[in-house]
């Protein structure tokens, strides 16, 4: 037998056991035939993409049906009633309805505000919220950093921003904990009382842990309103807007099929979008507005009013697109798929050791498939428990073409936590008198006092994450088995 012939074998045995462990895996195998039409420049190019919470991959004919309608149709400007431009609305208003139809958002309860991504739609959100002295903006720590921005706003009108820890041991949230900070602030909802805003993730982009859905339903019953990020959540989890009830939804549409990355959307219950103060109106935003008098102007209702300036309306219907390929593969197919091979994956990273028997992986959140999604933060680990330079294993891993992502993924809540990163610890970056402390000096402060490294190993799978993905990034990691100590991070 040649040696390709052993890999083979030794390939297809790890295979095997990984369908016999994981048999939900065989029922999504027109995935595999999709990559190879669709996806081939994944295999073509020798890559192994393991950064779908960064940014989901396109499919090629998602490309080729955009190219091809935009090269056989004129479209103008939306707002008028010229043929081009009345042929871009009706491209427009079938992007809405994709989006409605694929997160069922029926269209008497919920807005779609086309927005240019999740962050768009957070500060939508944010700016307009009718945040006052008294109000509360209560968030979890594991929000990424754009709903972390929105207690900007909060505080600069009065009301107070309240965090909820989320638990070193999982990076989850106390159940109790949340409960506590939803009764503690006072029944609220009431004609007249200050308006609080209830801010967590559907799934933690650091941690892949999954928060249960139906605190909407009790933070409702308490007054609030509720933000319900679901940028990381929705590009592998079926996502039912009618049934979950969430005030505001944010999303990414490149994050979901990769193409387009300019475009995203806030999903608004019609009743809350109605109770947002925008702070100021726009082109494309207003009904009427006159020069003759400062506050003479009309905004209009719904989602137009949230739509400032010239919506993406060539890109649009390449979210239509991108939606119907995602229903043509079936987000339970993708999503049975991305849960088998994260399965896999931690069982297997739990398992490397060194020759002395010491772990070489640490995971950080979720260690089983139990209530999370397809994103992995670790460390690798030497023998004596301490992790190698992230930023060298970023590098070595990206010298074999394979994409994984280092840093705190702009979610400092989950990190601080993970890494016992105190206040006290995170408090020179920010008193520093010389006020010129940058990143890399943050960071070597913190481990110099701590010993803990403020940075993160990150993996993550999507649609097209196939059984070979995950068993290279394994081979990868177990490639570090008995390396010398690391190198202390430079900077
Ligand atoms: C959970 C979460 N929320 C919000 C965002 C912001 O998304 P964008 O950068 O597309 O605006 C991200 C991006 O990674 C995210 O993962």
Redesign the pocket.
């Known amino acids: 037998m040649t040696i390709e012939a052993r890999y083979a074998a030794a390939e297809a045995a790890a295979y095997g056991d990984f369908v016999r462990r994981f048999p939900a895996y065989a029922t999504t195998t027109a995935v595999d035939e999709l990559r190879a039409a669709d996806y081939a420049r994944l295999d073509r190019l020798g890559h192994t993409y393991l950064d779908y ?2 940014g989901g991959l396109y499919a090629e004919s998602q490309l080729r049906r955009h190219h091809e309608l935009l090269a056989g149709r004129v479209l103008g400007n939306p707002h008028s009633l010229s043929p081009t431009s009345l042929a871009s609305s009706e491209l427009a208003k079938e992007a809405r309805e994709a989006v409605r139809r694929f997160f069922h958002a029926p269209e008497d309860e919920f807005a779609i505000v086309f927005t ?5 739609a ?1 500060k939508l959100v944010g700016e307009a919220y009718p945040f006052v002295p008294g109000g509360v903006f209560l968030l979890s720590y594991d ?2 950093n ?2 972390n921005g929105i207690r900007e706003f909060a505080c600069r009108k009065g009301a107070a921003a309240t965090y909820i820890p989320v638990r070193e041991e999982d990076l989850r949230l106390d159940e109790e904990q949340v409960r506590t900070a939803l009764r503690g602030a006072g029944r609220g909802g009431e004609a007249g009382a200050p308006a609080k805003l209830f801010a967590y ?1 559907a ?3 650091f941690s892949g842990a999954q928060h249960p859905l139906d605190w909407v339903a009790e933070a409702h019953d308490l007054g609030w309103d509720v933000l319900l ?1 679901c ?3 929705a590009p592998t989890n079926r996502l039912d807007a009618a049934a979950i009830g969430a005030d505001f939804i ?1 999303i ?1 549409f ?2 979901l099929f990769g193409y387009p990355t300019g475009s ?1 959307c806030l999903i608004a219950r019609r009743e809350a979008l109605a109770r947002l103060q925008r702070p100021w109106f726009a082109g494309g935003t207003i009904t009427l507005a006159s020069v003759q008098q400062e506050d003479w102007y009309h905004l209009a209702p719904g989602a137009t009013g949230f739509e400032d300036g010239t919506i993406d309306y060539l890109g649009l219907p390449a979210v239509t697109i991108g939606i119907e390929h995602l229903e043509a593969v079936g987000i339970d197919v993708v999503h049975a798929r991305v849960h088998a091979l994260a399965c896999w994956l931690l069982e297997e990273l739990a398992a490397l050791r060194h020759s002395d028997g010491k772990p070489l992986v640490k995971v950080f959140g979720p260690r089983d498939g139990e209530r999370r999604g397809a994103t992995i933060a670790l460390y690798l680990l030497d023998r004596e428990g301490r992790p190698y330079d992230v930023y060298d294993v970023e590098a070595a891993a990206a010298r074999e073409r394979i994409s994984v992502r280092s840093g705190c ?3 400092p809540g989950d990190g601080e936590v993970a890494h016992h990163i105190s206040r006290d610890d995170m408090e020179r970056c920010f008193t520093d008198p010389s006020a010129a402390i940058t990143l890399l000096q943050c960071q070597r402060s913190i481990e110099d006092k701590t010993g803990n490294v403020p940075n993160t190993i990150r993996v993550s799978l999507g649609l097209a994450s196939d059984f070979a993905d995950v068993r290279r990034f394994l081979v990868f990691a177990e490639s570090y088995r008995d390396r010398p100590a690391p190198v202390p991070q430079s900077g």
């Open positions: 919470t960064g240019p991504n999740a962050s768009g957070l929000n990424h754009s709903v993730p799934q933690s982009n990020d940028a990381a959540y944010p990414s490149y994050k995203g993924f702009c979610n």
